[in-house]
């Protein structure tokens, strides 16, 4: 019956029954039932890697992507703490507090131990 049919063609492409054992007796019923199995295969095979490699080109991406914005993420983080150093480094050498750095006080500073 129906039921015997679809434990057959549901063997027949998750390898559980060779196909020429399928085949045989849709050949002894008429030879036309032999193109339409055969396309039966094919299609569940294909159909079914496409979805499979499909969902895995989706999660490599998403993965991908989320590597991605942490990298962006730590790097971003890495240029501020860069840049916060960098600004005491030049407010430290300040001495007069006038917000510009003159070339007697920048070189004063390298002369610092804790600079050096």
């Known amino acids: 019956g129906i039921y015997r049919s679809m434990i057959t063609l549901f063997m027949a492409i998750t390898g559980g029954v060779n196909w020429a054992d399928c085949i045989a007796p849709l050949r002894q019923v008429h030879r036309i039932y032999e193109p339409f199995f055969i396309f039966y295969i094919f299609f569940m095979c294909f159909g079914v890697l496409n979805v499979v490699v499909g ?3 989706a999660t490599t991406q ?3 992507e989320g590597d991605r914005d942490s990298i962006v ?3 971003r983080h890495r240029l501020k703490k860069y ?3 960098l600004r005491c480094f030049f407010r ?3 001495l007069d507090g006038s917000g510009t750095l ?3 006080e ?3 500073h ?3 131990p804790s600079v050096k």
């Open 62 to 64: 998403q993965i991908a």
């Open 73 to 75: 993420k730590y790097e």
């Open 92 to 94: 430290e050498a300040d």
């Open 106 to 108: 920048f070189s004063a």
């Open 102 to 104: 003159s070339w007697d």
């Open 110 to 112: 390298l002369q610092e």
């Open 83 to 85: 840049t916060d150093r």
């Open 55 to 57: 969902a895995f080109v």
